[in-house]
């Protein structure tokens, strides 16, 4: 089974509201990462959280990281329909290659 | 402007035919991954290489191969072993060695393979 997995599948907001994604993984980690996916395109890098911080901004997005719960959040605040895409968690089990979740489908209604 | 390039962006291919998915970089980066991604799944790693004449196979390999005989160039040949072909093939690159885990992906466009 698949290293991280997000929760929830799928996500229906509208704009301007907060959305919050979460990724929840089995094996010690050195990083995590999360991505994003576009209909169609391939997968844009969107922060990496290493596993000694617990919390790191860019821009709207917001990502917490709970090693003693295995998991993580991703926090997209004031949401656009340009937001709309698929966001992948991806972590790398101490040495070995990301190994990439299920995603969240989000849509961001205008 | 640096960045991964995959072509073609859809390929039809009738079933018992070999495939080959062209992906390039020019981001000097040394390490290079193909994925293959079915509907509403994530990424599975199918081949990846660290250097230049040497690459591993990934969780599920069976059915492809690859080579890197150049750093820019890491090609992926679907054959007709592979009992299902049809998906979304991604290219990624990252750089330096073993350095997964240290930097971010960069990934083409991807491949929309279907065989019939």
């Known amino acids: 089974s698949q290293q991280g997995e997000e929760d929830p599948q799928a996500l229906s907001i509208q704009e301007g509201e907060n959305a919050t994604m979460n990724c929840s993984y089995k094996?010690?980690?050195?990083?995590l990462q999360w991505y994003r996916q576009n209909s169609g395109r391939g997968l844009v890098h969107l922060i990496l959280?290493?596993?000694?911080?617990r919390e790191k901004h860019s821009g709207r997005l917001r990502v917490t990281l709970d090693t003693s719960k295995k998991s993580s959040s991703l926090l997209i605040t004031a949401s656009r329909a340009a937001d709309t895409a698929s966001y992948f968690c991806?972590?790398?089990?101490?040495?070995?290659?990301?190994?990439f979740g299920g995603g969240t489908r989000l849509m961001v209604k205008p | 402007d640096g960045g991964i390039t995959q072509s073609p962006k859809y390929l039809f291919r009738k079933e018992g035919q070999n495939v080959t998915l062209s992906c390039e970089q020019n981001?000097?980066?040394?390490?290079m991954y193909w994925y293959r991604q079915d509907p509403g799944q994530g990424l599975r790693l199918i081949y990846y290489?660290?250097?230049?004449?040497?690459?591993q196979k990934g969780d599920i390999a069976e059915g492809y191969s690859v080579s890197r005989e150049k750093k820019e160039s890491f090609p992926l040949t679907v054959t007709s072993a592979q009992k299902n072909p049809t998906a979304f093939y991604l290219c990624?690159?990252?750089?330096?060695?073993?350095?997964?885990?240290?930097?971010?992906?960069?990934f083409g466009n991807g491949t929309r393979l279907t065989v019939t």
């Open positions: 990624a690159s990252s750089p330096g060695q073993g350095s997964s885990y240290n930097s971010p992906l960069h």
């Open positions: 094996t010690s980690i050195n990083n």
């Open positions: 959280i290493r596993s000694n911080e």
């Open positions: 991806a972590t790398d089990a101490m040495g070995n290659m990301l190994t």
């Open positions: 981001l000097n980066h040394d390490a």
């Open positions: 290489s660290q250097i230049v004449n040497d690459f």
